[in-house]
T-cell receptor
């Protein structure tokens, strides 16, 4: 079974500063994918970044980067140069990846971290 | 490319009634997954449909069911509604193959009174 733990219920950051949102995971699957999603108050889940368990380099997407430490089973999200629009709930999630790279759609989510950006 | 659409966006039902929610995936995507989000339980996986077949299922009672049509659109049905079924229901679409991309719709907020 897969499990995602996000230990920070809420985080505060000053505009233009960087912030790290923590995520640890547990799985017995040999191959898996890790995701971060952003959920504004409107409710829609917005995909931010993906890291495959066999990827050699940490994933980056614009201001988002994923600090992947496989041995420690952590996949922290780093947001650089925070903006007021970054205020939202952030979810870490994982999905099993089968041989050949195929995945089913099931995502296991953490409880989320509410990020508040102050001007 | 149009995103994932869900209808209706908001719904109010009474205990004991049934409800059907609809999800249209991104064009070309063959997999649709459904999730329930509540303040107490967080985001929980309901089921996934791929090419009209359910290929994965979460731990929900049989009152929750779904189906997928040949155009990949999916419907989710909840029968004999309970107060605890009040939630945001999200669907996500993906290619279902080797691509990791999985995109969510805006959700349907169901309130059971």
């Amino acid at each position: 079974a897969q499990k995602i733990t996000q230990t920070q219920p809420g985080m505060f950051v000053q505009e233009k500063e960087a912030v790290t949102l923590d995520c640890t995971y547990d799985t017995s699957d040999p191959s898996y994918g890790l995701f971060w999603y952003k959920q504004p108050s409107s409710g829609e889940m917005i995909f931010l970044i993906y890291q495959g368990s066999y990827d050699q380099q940490n994933a980056t997407e614009g201001r988002y980067s994923l600090n992947f430490q496989k041995a420690r089973k952590s996949a922290n999200l780093v947001i650089s140069a925070s903006q007021l629009g970054d205020s939202a709930m952030y979810f870490c999630a994982m999905r099993e990846v089968f041989a050949g790279g195929t995945s089913y759609g099931k995502l296991t989510f953490g409880q989320g971290t509410i990020l508040t950006v102050h001007p | 490319k149009a995103g994932v659409t869900q209808t209706p966006r908001y719904l109010i039902k009474t205990r004991g009634q049934q409800v059907t929610l609809s999800c249209s995936p991104i064009s070309g995507h063959r997999s649709v997954s459904w999730y329930q989000q509540t303040p107490g339980q967080g985001l929980q996986f309901l089921f996934e449909y791929f090419s009209e077949t359910q290929r994965n299922k979460g731990n929900f009672p049989g009152r929750f069911s779904g189906r997928q049509f040949s155009n990949s659109r999916s419907e989710m049905n909840v029968s004999t509604l309970e107060l605890g079924d009040s939630a945001l229901y999200l669907c996500a679409s993906s290619s279902g193959g080797n691509s990791y991309e999985q995109y969510f719709g805006p959700g349907t907020r169901l309130t059971v009174t």
